[in-house]
């Protein structure tokens, strides 16, 4: 493994570390009343069909080598990161994300986070040249690129939805 996979891991199990001392009282009081249950269970099965979708597309793309400038991998974890970000969007639009008095901050502020580190190490990966191997997008750039582009889906949605809820709340 090079330094940076290390240092990534390291960095990786830091955060974890964090979150799970952080946010361990805070996870255990969530509370969803029936309706946002419901609603999940809307949303996990709408994430879940497009990702079966977009696997039996990806999968006749790939029949017809039409899909040469990606890797299968890249592929794979791109149709994946579309059923979460589905999910993620249907779930906050029917505000069924947070938990009963749930903290919008705290998820804007992770999702932010998120995109910043992940947009940060594309960044990096295209300047390196980390991009293309073979001709083909892989997997090491497309990893972060794709979280920041879900990521930020998802903040945006989760933003609307508070700048909403904020304005109805003023009035």
Known sequence: MSKDAFFALGLLAGLMIAAWGLGRKAFKSKHYDEMQLKIR???????????????????????LDCLGIVSPAFALLAVLMVSITV???YCIRHEAFLSVDGQGKRYIALFALVVLCNGLA????????????????????????L??????????????????????AAE
């Open 122 to 145: 594309s960044a990096l990966r295209l300047i390196r040249g980390e991009a293309l191997e073979n001709g083909r997008l892989t997997l090491s750039f497309g990893s972060p690129l």
């Open 41 to 63: 269970a809307t949303g996990y099965r709408i994430g879940f069909f497009t990702a079966l979708a977009l696997m039996a597309v990806l999968m006749l793309l790939f029949e």
């Open 87 to 89: 999910f993620a969007v």
């Open 147 to 168: 979280m920041t582009v879900a990521f930020l889906v998802i903040l945006a949605a989760l933003l609307i939805k508070t700048v909403k809820a904020g304005k109805e």
